[in-house]
C-alpha cells in the first residue's frame, strides 16, 4: 500500500516542507501548487481480505462516531479523502481496517494512525501528545466495540524469542571519541576570568562542567578581551581551522559570545535560542552582508580561542578546532547505552545480541530511541536471519529493514561481531528508553554451519 501510494505521490505531487510548533509539517502541493490530495492506487471501497471476521456493522457504527467524525472528517480529509477520509464512509472503513490490520496486532500503541500521530504527522493539535492520546483513546472505544461484539484482534507471535530487558536499567553507557581530525577541548582545561564562572549543574555528555555568567550581568556590545574563558587547542599541521562550540543559550537576551583566534580577528557568536538544551553550533561571520563559516588561519601547534563575554547566561562546555568543513558535534556528545538482550540457542551459553543506542528525542509525545548498531556476543559465530526488534513485546513495522538481514556474526573474533555495519546511517525506533523493555525474535537463529 504505501509502496503504491509513495509511486502516486511522487509522480504526481511537490512536496515541500514547513514548520509546524515544534514538529516539522509534510505540506503537499499539487503541481498548480495548491494544497493536493493524497492519491491512492488502492481502489476504493474494496473490503479488505483480513476484515472478513470483523462484525462490519457494529465496526462501521463505532468507527463513525469514535474516529470518523471527530479525528478523519476535520483533520484529515484535505490529503486523505480517497482511502480512510475518503467521503464514502464505508470506503473509508475498509481503509481504516487495512490500515489497522487487525490479523496480525500488536496493540494500540504500535497501530499505524497512533504510530504516524507519535511522529507528530499533521497534528491538529500545539502538542502531538494530545494527537497520540485522541487517537489512542478513540481507538480503544472502537476496539472495546468490536470486543463487545465478540471479536477480538490476532496477536502476532515471533519465532526464537530472546529475553526481554529494560533498556535503562541494562544499558551500559559509552560514548564515543572526538576523532583526530579534529582538535577539542574542554572548559575543564580552559581558563575562566569573570564573570565567567564554572558550573556542572544541568550538563549531559562527556564533559561534565560548563562555563557561564549570571544572567544579570549588563550586555557587552563590544568585546572585552579582559572578560574571558581561554582555551589552548593544538593544531595538528598549518591550514585553515574553522571554529565550533558547544552552548546552552535559554533565552534572547542570553545568546551571545564573541570569539577571537590567536588575539586578531573577533567576531561576534550570535546563536539560535536553545532553550534547556546543550547543541553544537559553528562560529560564523558575516562578510558584506553574506554570512559564512569564520576561518582563521594558523600554523601546525598550540592556538588560542577566546570566547569573550557579551551576555549574560549564555553557556558553553567545549570547543573544537578543525579544517574539515563537516563536524558534526552532536554525535560526541551523545552518550550511547550498550543494551545487552540475552538470547537462547539450544547448545550455546551466554550468547546475547547489544543494541547500541541512544534517547534520541525527549519531546513530549514522540519519545524515540536511535539505533547504533546490533552486534552479537557469543562464543561460536551464529546464523542470524529475519530480526524483529519488539518493544514491550510489540514490533513495528518502521523497523522492516531488520527483516531483510541475514548474517553470520559472533565467535571470539571481536571484528566479526557485528550484524549492521558500524558504519551505517542509524535507525531511529519509537520507543522510550527510559520506560519500555526490549527484546527481539528472529526468522533463524542457531549456530552457524
Ligand atoms: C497536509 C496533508 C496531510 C494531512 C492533513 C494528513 N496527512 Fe497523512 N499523509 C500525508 C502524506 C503526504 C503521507 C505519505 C507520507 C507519509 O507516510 O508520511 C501520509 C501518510 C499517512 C499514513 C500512512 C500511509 C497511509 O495511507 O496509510 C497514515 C496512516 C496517515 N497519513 C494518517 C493521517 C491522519 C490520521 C491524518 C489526520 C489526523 C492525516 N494523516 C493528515 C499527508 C497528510
Not at 480517497?82 to 504500535?110: P, Y
Not at 507528530?120 to 483513546?137: E, Q
Not at 561571520?285 to 580561542?305: L, R
Request: hydrophobic fraction near 40%; include cysteine; aromatic fraction near 10%.
Amino acid at each position: 500500500m504505501t509502496i503504491y501510494l509513495r509511486t502516486a505521490l511522487a509522480s504526481t505531487l511537490i512536496f515541500s516542507l514547513q514548520g509546524c510548533g515544534s514538529y516539522a509539517k509534510l505540506k503537499i502541493l499539487g503541481p498548480n501548487k495548491t494544497l493536493g490530495n493524497v492519491a491512492s492506487a488502492e481502489p476504493l471501497g474494496e473490503t479488505d481480505a483480513n476484515s472478513k471476521a470483523v462484525p462490519m456493522a457494529i465496526s462501521l457504527a463505532s468507527f463513525k462516531t469514535n474516529i470518523y467524525q471527530p479525528i478523519l472528517i476535520p483533520y484529515c480529509t484535505s490529503c486523505h479523502q480517497t482511502t480512510f477520509a475518503s467521503s464514502d464512509i464505508a470506503a473509508a472503513h475498509s481503509a481504516f481496517l487495512a490500515r489497522v490490520d487487525l490479523t496480525k496486532f500488536d496493540g494500540v500503541d504500535k497501530s499505524l494512525p497512533v504510530v504516524k500521530m507519535k511522529q507528530g504527522h499533521n497534528c491538529w493539535d500545539a502538542t502531538a501528545k494530545t494527537c497520540v492520546t485522541t487517537m489512542t483513546d478513540k481507538m480503544s472505544l472502537w476496539l472495546a466495540d468490536l470486543a463487545k461484539g465478540g471479536f477480538t484482534p490476532t496477536v502476532s507471535t515471533y519465532a526464537n524469542l530472546s529475553s526481554e530487558v529494560a533498556m535503562a536499567t541494562t544499558g551500559i553507557p559509552t560514548s564515543l571519541p572526538i576523532p583526530d581530525d579534529y582538535s577539542a577541548a574542554g572548559i575543564d582545561k580552559a581558563m575562566l576570568a569573570a564573570p565567567f564562572t564554572k558550573d556542572s549543574n544541568d550538563i549531559d555528555g562527556p564533559i561534565k562542567t560548563y562555563a557561564t555568567s549570571p544572567i544579570a550581568t549588563v550586555a557587552l556590545a563590544k568585546a572585552n578581551n579582559a572578560q574571558a574563558i581561554t582555551f589552548t587547542l593544538n593544531a595538528k599541521s598549518a591550514g585553515t581551522y574553522f571554529v565550533w562550540a558547544r552552548v546552552k543559550t535559554p533565552t534572547s537576551a542570553s545568546k551571545q559570545f564573541f570569539v577571537q583566534a590567536n588575539g586578531k580577528d573577533t567576531v561576534p557568536f550570535l546563536l539560535p535560542v536553545t532553550g534547556s538544551e546543550w547543541k553544537w553550533f559553528q562560529v560564523m561571520k558575516t562578510v558584506n552582508k553574506v554570512e559564512g563559516p569564520y576561518s582563521f588561519v594558523a600554523a601546525a601547534g598550540a592556538q588560542s580561542i577566546k570566547i569573550l563575554f557579551s551576555q549574560g547566561g549564555t553557556s558553553i562546555n567545549q570547543v573544537v578546532i578543525t579544517t574539515r568543513s563537516d563536524f558534526n558535534g552532536e554525535l560526541f556528545s551523545t552518550p550511547y547505552y550498550d543494551v545487552s538482550v540475552p538470547l537462547t540457542i539450544p547448545g550455546v551459553t551466554g550468547a546475547s545480541l547489544i543494541a547500541t543506542v541512544w534517547q534520541n528525542s525527549t519531546d513530549v509525545g514522540k519519545k524515540s530511541i536511535g539505533v547504533k548498531h546490533l552486534k552479537i556476543s557469543s562464543p561460536v559465530p551464529l546464523h542470524i536471519k529475519g530480526i524483529y526488534p519488539l518493544l514491550n513485546g510489540a514490533y513495528n513495522a518502521n523497523q522492516s529493514s531488520y527483516k531483510q538481514i541475514d548474517a553470520v556474526a559472533g565467535g571470539t573474533d571481536a571484528t566479526k561481531s557485528f550484524i549492521t555495519s558500524p558504519d551505517d546511517a542509524a535507525a531511529i525506533w519509537l520507543a522510550d528508553y527510559a520506560a519500555d523493555k526490549l527484546s527481539f525474535g528472529f526468522d533463524v537463529l542457531e549456530v552457524a554451519k
